[in-house]
């Protein structure tokens, strides 16, 4: 599975940002899907989790109620709405795939995007 990221950019605390995730390969419904965030010296941290059907998703605490997963299977594709950012959601964002359904450890993702940066001014 390749992942590609997209959406990332600049915007104001308060703002909102789409994140996009296109998979290529006909099995991209069978893996969770994951979001992962790291800031400059900070380790990298699972911002939400989604598994196969879309039916389970887990976030992090920091973020909850602000960010939304969801995924598109038919389009291969899975998404990362992000409302009411502030400045400390600034990081480069990964969207990954693997195929422990409740695991928030990295290493349990096989797949990696190539990230996208998200920078909140204040």
């Known amino acids: 599975v390749q992942l590609q990221a997209s959406g990332g950019g600049l915007v104001q605390a308060g703002g909102s940002l789409r994140l996009s995730c296109a998979a290529s390969?006909?099995?991209?419904?069978?893996?969770?899907m994951g979001w992962f965030r790291q800031a400059p010296e900070k380790e990298r941290e699972l911002v939400a989790r989604?598994?196969?059907?879309?039916?389970?998703?887990s976030y992090l605490d920091s973020v909850k109620g602000r960010f939304t997963i969801s995924r598109d299977n038919a389009k291969n594709t899975v998404y990362l709405q992000m409302n009411s950012l502030k400045p400390e959601d600034s990081a480069v964002y990964y969207c990954?795939?693997?195929?422990?359904?409740?695991?928030?450890?990295?290493?349990?993702?096989?797949?990696w995007g190539q990230g996208t940066q998200v920078t909140v001014s204040s």
């Open positions: 990954a795939a693997g195929n422990q359904p409740y695991s928030d450890d990295p290493s349990s993702f096989d797949y």
């Open positions: 989604i598994n196969w059907s879309g039916w389970i998703t």
């Open positions: 390969g006909r099995t991209f419904s069978i893996y969770t």
